[in-house]
């Protein structure tokens, strides 16, 4: 079933716009070739970078792991969640990609501190947080790895500005410029199942600034997840259909003041082991960000976030709709404010404060399996708000850089209600649930000293929090034959941990790195079963998860080697009704994960890299009652120059054709991605 949106989407994508329609005009006032030849004329050199605020000299105090652009374009998928899981750690809700698992169920964590589908982990894109409003999930489909400089990983909990959402890390990607794209660039790859991925950009030069429009389209019929022995008549290909548009301006608006202006439309169709079990999610981004480079260094930022979503439940027994979850709009607004006041080469100093506010409500309606008559229409929501200072400094003491910094977070769960009527149209509900709201007050410190040729260690402690999404607030699930409830009742997050490490350069192109852990996460939202085929979201007593983390990236000329693995021993504290869990390790959590990649350059133009990656056994559910066995892939990449500005790029998808159980739930299971294979072209000039 098709939603009647159109008209709606419309309107957000002219809305959308109006950043980037400022962007140009103020670009047209301030950036004339009069005002270049005049810097040139008094030898100042203007430098754009379409970037934020450089990263802080503590920075290395904390677990940070960072992937540049050669590899995150040699995937095997061309996906950007496949390009983060060469972060040992890093794990949504389920083993699937954004190809063949729910929008929903795509959220980011680190550290093995999952068991839901909500982001633990915030993800910013040129510094805006990506989570969906409602959901908490992240639309991976929308960020093409094309278009994008650079991944930065810190795992652990805290962060300065949107801190409120990080407690178990924080994932910043940045977007290319024009010269790492080029003027036209792009790419046409199909696989051997017929489906095809198509993107495109051009970044021309305007004055001393420049644009950037971007396009990607994914289709395919996709493969069955369902085993061929559980197939039933009904059982339909993971289909998938998805694209995005995308437009950065970036201008000087004087030597040391740079304007950002971004804007982002995406829409992607899927469909789930059943014929007529389809999942829309669609969204337009936009923001704008003011950057000032000089003495009192600053950065401004604004966003707004137009987000809906619908999905069918088909019965895995009569194969019919029983549940349309028909619409879903969530807006999300936001800002930050940050200065960095000059006080001598020693210190660094950030103040500032963010905002940001969720709105959302769905709407769904039931239908009888028997005779296909609606027997109930649901509508549930609210608004969820938080608004935080900061502070941090960062001391240089020789060899020493000593970090600390705290935050204060006011937000309030407000405006939640949830209403319900018969298929008759007779009310049987009408509830409204009372605002909650409190200030609290998180902290992270470290300290990073160099205390020999090429041996660093570092150590830090933190805190964070994270609201509960209106997602799991106020809208239920269902995944056949389990049915999950949203509880208005749930209560923070809140995480204490520190770590410790060693940095070792032994020589140049050689790093090599070791975490130790600690986190715990206190009031862990999960799903816990409460009955038979029933789960409720509900705070657990605490998640607590310990354990080691590795990092390698060895460069030896033509040859590089980057490696990442992680063990966590994660363990459930429950009591109460959530007794049953305590000892228990959280649900869709593995102990063990690796990732190795080994890329050869035998001549410019030219690039092999094939990727070895682990993830342990895991369990489906919060009883540890189904078990996702391990998993072991091996991803290939190839592009071969053929002439300048044109490659031939082959690309391999689990190529041992490993059995990747994503779901097994009484014995029913899902598939992940079988063996693939890519084939196409890339072009740049």
């Not at 993971?238 to 040391?256: C, F, H, M, N």
Request: net charge neutral; proline share 4%.
């Amino acid at each position: 079933m098709q939603k009647p949106v159109l008209s709606r989407r419309a309107r957000s994508a002219l809305t959308a716009t109006g950043p980037a329609a400022l962007a140009l005009a103020l670009s047209i006032l301030t950036n004339s070739p009069a005002h270049a030849a005049d810097a040139e004329a008094q030898g100042r050199e203007i430098v754009v970078t379409g970037r934020g605020l450089d990263a802080s000299p503590a920075t290395p105090a904390y677990d940070v792991q960072v992937l540049e652009r050669e590899q995150i374009l040699s995937s095997g998928s061309g996906r950007i969640e496949d390009v983060l899981g060469n972060v040992a750690g890093f794990q949504q809700f389920r083993r699937s990609d954004s190809r063949s698992s729910n929008p929903s169920a795509q959220g980011a964590t680190l550290r093995a501190l999952g068991g839901n589908a909500t982001s633990r982990s915030l993800v910013l894109l040129d510094g805006v947080p990506m989570a969906d409003p409602f959901f908490g999930y992240v639309p991976y489909s929308a960020i093409a790895p094309d278009r994008l400089s650079s991944v930065r990983v810190t795992r652990g909990g805290g962060s300065g500005a949107f801190g409120a959402g990080a407690v178990a890390g924080t994932i910043e990607l940045d977007s290319a410029n024009a010269a790492e794209l080029g003027l036209f660039s792009g790419g046409v790859l199909f696989n051997d199942r017929g489906e095809s991925e198509v993107s495109a950009s051009i970044a021309p030069q305007l004055g001393a600034g420049f644009a950037v429009l971007t396009g990607r389209w994914d289709r395919g019929r996709g493969f069955y997840t369902t085993p061929a022995d559980q197939r039933a008549p009904a059982s339909a290909r993971a289909k998938y259909d998805s694209w995005s548009l995308g437009t950065r301006l970036v201008q000087p608006l004087s030597d040391e003041i740079e304007l950002q202006a971004r804007a982002l439309i995406f829409d992607d169709q899927r469909t789930l082991r059943f014929r007529g079990a389809d999942s829309t999610s669609s969204g337009q981004d936009a923001s704008i960000r003011l950057v000032g480079r000089g003495d009192w260094a600053f950065e401004l930022l604004a966003y707004a976030q137009w987000r809906d979503f619908s999905n069918i439940v088909i019965s895995s027994t009569r194969f019919v709709p029983v549940l349309d979850q028909h619409d879903t709009p969530s807006t999300g607004i936001g800002g930050k404010a940050e200065l960095r006041p000059p006080l001598g080469e020693d210190h660094v100093l950030r103040l500032g404060a963010d905002f940001r506010r969720a709105r959302g409500h769905m709407e769904e309606t039931a239908i009888s399996a028997f005779s296909g008559n609606v027997t109930a229409e649901r509508r549930a929501g609210g608004t969820n708000d938080d608004f935080g200072l900061f502070l941090e400094d960062d001391w240089t003491i020789g060899p020493v850089i000593l970090t600390g910094g705290v935050r204060l977070d006011r937000y309030a769960i407000r405006r939640g209600d949830y209403r319900e009527q018969n298929g008759a149209g007779a009310p049987v509900a009408d509830d409204r649930f009372a605002s909650r709201s409190d200030w609290e007050p998180t902290f992270r410190g470290g300290l990073v000293a160099d205390v020999a040729q090429g041996v660093r260690l570092r150590a830090a402690g933190y805190s964070g929090l994270r609201l509960p999404t209106l997602n799991e607030l106020y809208r239920g699930f269902v995944v056949f034959p389990v049915t999950t409830q949203a509880n208005e009742e749930l209560g923070i997050e809140k995480l204490r941990g520190f770590e410790g490490g060693i940095d070792f350069t032994p020589r140049e192109g050689v790093q090599l790195s070791l975490t130790a852990f600690d986190n715990r996460l206190k009031g862990a939202i999960a799903n816990v079963t409460i009955a038979e085929n029933l789960r409720q979201r509900r705070n657990v007593d605490a998640i607590r998860a310990r354990g080691i983390e590795l990092a390698s990236a060895i460069d030896l000329g033509s040859f590089r080697l980057d490696g990442s693995l992680a063990y966590t021993h994660a363990r459930v504290k429950g009591s109460g009704a959530a007794a049953a869990l305590d000892g228990m390790r959280p649900a869709q959590t593995p102990a063990w994960a690796a990732s190795g990649t080994l890329s050869w350059r035998p001549r410019d133009g030219w690039l092999l890299a094939t990727t070895l990656r682990h993830v342990g056994a895991q369990y489906e559910d919060d009883l540890e009652t189904d078990v996702l066995p391990a998993a072991t892939t091996l991803d290939a990449f190839a592009q071969i120059g053929l002439m300048p500005g044109l490659s031939l790029v082959l690309r391999g998808e689990n190529l041992f054709d490993e059995k990747i159980v994503t779901r097994n739930q009484g014995g029913s299971v899902d598939l992940g991605t079988p063996l693939t294979v890519w084939g196409g072209v890339r072009f740049g000039y």
